[in-house]
């Protein structure tokens, strides 16, 4: 008997299985194949625009994506570092074989945690409470909660060409009845479908036709824990190579090929948007004369290059025809077909904002089963799952993060509000605070919330609160230092070409100048502070009016947040409400005001129609 099983041993399981084993409740992980934990079978890559900031959060909050990328990593950058702090990310190109291994490593030392193979057929569920699950062999395994991480497996099918094959992504045996479960039991279950390029061998590329992109001259972490481990000039390079006309005219031709453009006529499954086939990418965008690819590298330990970008599910011998069409890879030799895969998911309105599921009681579910793409995603779900779990089970409330504390709670609040079409992928469009949200405050956002619920021990904890007392240290030291204007200050001001100042400013006042960094005044004063404080600073008083606008429009949101909806509202009783909004209402149930605002097809009228009702009838203020 366990207090919490995981099922599924993705990125979704391995963040669940720790935070709640860690949280010393007794764990079981189980998933179909040992050797598959932590897998990457698309590209061996943590982080990029917003996943970056997301896999910080993980590691804020104390879970472990971020400490197992910082230790296996091939390369790492900081993507859009020449535009503001909002936007900018890190993206690590990961070790394919050492990241799973060290993930492992981890979870094999947690005193709480057991880990087994097996496939799950059914739940165990008493008066609509999970109680367990049961194995294919008919075996029954007790416990208190049941969190759900099967990621693409779930009736999965392999698509190429005119063929469909039920199997995983690395031609496993999928999970084929776990789904049908989950709908007699009341789930609406909707079918995606992703897709993965081919792997070429390295020694066959021609790299002097391609770009070079190497990894960043300055060290990165994503952990706020982890000191660098890794050299700046060992790093393994990606290069950049692009489409051309004889490409796309391949492909044109052959569409009728592709399972997703005819070959085969039964596809339910509605790809991601935002990560499109090569098929698409010339469907859609049949203006643009190239498409960008990039050739990463998946391990130190054997020679497979991804090409990033060329995700497709036509036949093998068209594929053989679209790579050589590339500059680069004209005698490459592709030693992985790429494939699309079509899979089974639960429509996530069907959530609390806890990631337990409305319809079973202390049923969480995290990742790809809830429609979602991409590692980050599923690990910050799983995450959030295995902390709500445990917080059930010592009868205490969820972690619920909030638009404004975090990414995920972006992402979740988008899940369980406005549901989705497609695999949903996180972006920094996607955050109305962005700039509160940001990958260099992440542990000042969440840390303590990591503390409460036990992930952050008292070490952790402390550095936070040095950190704290040296921003703020700073800031009073900026604030109360004026800069002498000494004839060697003025000529450092020349030969930068910026204006020289009239009279002796603080330092606070230099540095909202637009062209003045910190860089530059340590050129001229040194400022006692390590690094990342006066980032910190810079970032705070160069954006300080943007920052305070962002915070005044959260306090606008909370105060919408802390206007609940009760429960046990039958909205079908209210009048003049529109059709749309009133069934959206009762699909998802928002438990608040502002939820509510947020849900596709509940406008403004609505909204204030509501509101009346509740005030009326439950004595709540508009």
Do not use: W
């Amino acid at each position: 008997m366990y207090e919490i099983i995981v099922v599924g041993g993705g990125h979704a399981g391995c963040e669940a299985a720790y935070a709640s084993a860690t949280k010393k409740h007794k764990t079981l992980l189980i998933t179909s194949n040992l050797k598959n934990i932590a897998d990457m079978p698309c590209n061996p890559h943590i982080g990029g625009s917003a996943k970056g900031i997301v896999v910080r959060e993980i590691d804020a909050l104390g879970g472990i994506m971020g400490k197992v990328a910082d230790k296996t990593h091939l390369q790492i950058k900081m993507l859009n570092s020449a535009k503001g702090p909002a936007v900018q990310s890190l993206r690590a190109q990961g070790d394919k074989i050492a990241y799973p291994k060290e993930m492992l490593n981890i979870l094999n030392n947690l005193e709480y945690l057991d880990i087994k193979e097996g496939m799950v057929e059914d739940l165990i569920i008493e008066n609509n409470t999970v109680k367990g699950i049961i194995l294919e062999d008919g075996t029954k395994i007790i416990s208190q909660a049941v969190i759900l991480t099967t990621g693409t497996y779930l009736k999965a099918d392999i698509l190429v060409g005119n063929t469909r094959t039920r199997k995983g992504p690395h031609g496993e045996k999928p999970s084929n009845y776990l789904s049908d479960k989950l709908k007699e039991y009341g789930f609406n279950i909707i079918r995606l479908k992703t897709g993965t390029p081919q792997r070429i061998d390295r020694k066959t590329i021609d790299f002097s036709k391609t770009k070079l992109e190497p990894g960043d001259n300055v060290y990165h972490t994503f952990s706020f824990d982890l000191e660098p481990s890794y050299k700046i000039e060992d790093q393994e390079p990606c290069y950049l190579t692009y489409t051309n006309e004889k490409t796309h005219q391949i492909i044109r031709d052959n569409l009728n090929k592709s399972s997703m453009y005819g070959a085969l006529d039964d596809i339910k499954g509605i790809g991601p948007r935002y990560c499109p086939s090569i098929e698409d990418k010339v469907v859609r965008f049949s203006n643009k004369e190239r498409h960008q690819l990039f050739l990463e590298p998946e391990s130190r330990y054997y020679d497979d290059i991804y090409l990033q970008g060329f995700s497709t599910s036509m036949p093998p011998e068209i594929q053989e025809q679209m790579v050589h069409s590339l500059p680069g890879l004209e005698n490459a030799k592709i030693l992985k077909y790429g494939y699309a895969i079509e899979y089974d998911a639960i429509y996530p309105t069907q959530l609390n904002a806890s990631l337990e599921t409305k319809v079973i009681t202390n049923l969480y579910t995290a990742g790809q089963i809830n429609g979602t793409s991409g590692y980050e995603e599923a690990a910050c779900q799983g995450l959030m799952a295995g902390i709500n779990a445990s917080l059930k089970i010592e009868g205490k409330d969820p972690l619920i993060l909030k638009r404004s504390d975090a990414y995920i709670g972006v992402l979740i609040d988008d899940l369980i509000t406005k549901g989705i079409r497609d695999p949903y992928r996180l972006l920094t469009s996607r955050a109305e605070f962005r700039l509160l949200l940001r990958s260099d405050n992440a542990d000042l956002r969440l840390r303590e919330y990591g503390y409460e619920v036990g992930l952050i021990n008292e070490e952790q904890i402390t550095k936070l609160h040095e950190k704290q007392k040296l921003i703020s240290s700073l800031l009073d030291y900026m604030s109360n230092t004026k800069l002498k204007l000494t004839p060697e200050i003025k000529k450092e001001f020349e030969l930068n070409n910026y204006q020289i100042p009239t009279a002796s400013l603080s330092l606070e006042q230099l540095i909202k100048r637009p062209e003045i960094t910190m860089s530059f005044l340590n050129k001229l004063i040194e400022i006692p502070y390590p690094l990342d404080i006066q980032e910190q600073i810079e970032i705070n008083l160069k954006y300080e009016g943007y920052i305070n606008k962002a915070y005044k429009e959260a306090e606008k949101m909370l105060k919408l947040e802390k206007k609940e909806i009760p429960k046990d509202i039958d909205y079908d009783k209210i009048k003049n409400i529109a059709s749309e909004a009133r069934q959206k209402l009762k699909e998802v149930r928002p438990t608040t005001i502002a939820q509510a605002i947020r849900i596709s097809g509940v406008n403004p009228a609505d909204i204030s129609i509501l509101s009346i009702y509740l005030k009326k009838e439950y004595g709540k203020d508009e």
